[in-house]
């Protein structure tokens, strides 16, 4: 079992940026392909980002590109989220998922999920 824990979420106006942390125990992710995906109200959770565990490929949602970087810190167990110039739409809770040997968009292929946290973008 691994479980989840997202931080660093927040209010901030347009153009701001956040750093959302996402701290993963029980087991070494180090064999886990990390992603975020967000839901906004009313909406279906979407793809944000994804990081494999053997190379650290990058994905990237179309939405998101060049504004948000993941990364990943198999020492600390925990995967980031830098967030720039963020957009009222970027509005959502993010949840990160947790993949054994494997990455990638699709959210039924993650096996763990954190409770996500809450990121709201005034204009």
């Known amino acids: 079992q691994v479980q989840l824990v997202e931080s660093g979420g927040g209010l901030v106006q347009a153009g701001d940026s956040l750093r959302l942390s996402c701290q993963a125990s029980?087991?070494?992710?180090?064999?886990?392909?990390m992603g975020w995906f967000r839901q906004a109200p009313g909406k279906e959770r979407e793809f944000v980002a994804a990081?494999?565990?053997?190379?650290?490929?990058?994905l990237y949602a179309d939405s998101v590109k060049g504004r948000i970087t993941i990364s990943r810190d198999n020492a600390k167990n925990t995967v980031y989220l830098q967030m720039r110039n963020l957009k009222p739409e970027d509005t959502a809770v993010y949840h990160c998922?947790?993949?054994?040997?494997?990455?990638?968009?699709?959210?039924?292929?993650?096996?763990?999920w954190g409770q996500g946290t809450q990121v709201t973008v005034s204009s």
């Open positions: 029980g087991r070494t992710i180090s064999s886990y392909g």
């Open positions: 998922a947790a993949q054994h040997s494997g990455y990638g968009t699709g959210s039924i292929n993650y096996d763990y």
């Open positions: 990081v494999s565990w053997m190379d650290e490929r990058t």
